[in-house]
């Protein structure tokens, strides 16, 4: 199997995976534990998620803001956060 074809079937189950963690009722602590775990790649793969499905930010602003304002992740939690933390009302 050729390196493309190999990237696009890792494109495919990430899709899958993505649809499943959605719609899985246990969502909001698994992003919860992602978000505050030591982990970097665990980190990542919530801040990615968020971006593609921002619905949950509000509900964790408290752990996206320590993210928000750290000099490791700012750059990646930065808009989600930043955004929720401005609006008015």
Avoid: N
């Amino acid at each position: 199997m050729s390196r493309w074809a190999e990237y696009v079937q890792a494109v495919q189950v990430l899709a899958r995976a993505r649809a499943e963690v959605l719609h899985a009722p246990g969502r909001a602590e698994w992003l919860k534990q992602a978000l505050t775990s030591s982990d970097g790649l665990q980190r990542s793969a919530g801040l990615e998620f968020l971006t593609t499905f921002p619905d949950e930010v509000p509900a964790l602003l408290d752990q996206l803001f320590p993210l928000a304002i750290s000099h490791s992740t700012g750059c990646c939690a930065g808009p989600e956060g930043a955004a929720w933390l401005m609006k008015d009302g």
